[in-house]
């Protein structure tokens, strides 16, 4: 896999971390300001995966990435 296919496979990883951990901490947060934290993370992740997403879509057109690996 090319390093630039690996990091795209590390960001999409991240953000699915980002989203879990954004719902655990709004769903357990005691205060608003925890709440707007969680949901600027999650709006954030949200937008990073879908970049990344569109990224891949290119590699895979291209060639690069190979699509029996998760990704």
Do not use: S
């Given at each position: 896999m090319k390093p630039c296919d690996n990091n795209l496979k590390k960001t999409?990883?991240?953000?699915d971390e980002m989203i879990e951990l954004a719902n655990i901490g709004d769903a357990e947060r005691e205060d608003t300001g925890c709440g707007i934290l969680y949901g600027i993370m999650r709006d954030a992740a949200y937008k990073i995966q879908k970049l990344a997403e569109t990224e891949r879509e290119k590699h895979i057109k291209?060639?690069?990435w190979h699509?029996?690996?998760?990704?």
């Open positions: 999409l990883h991240l953000t291209k060639g690069w699509q029996n690996r998760k990704p």
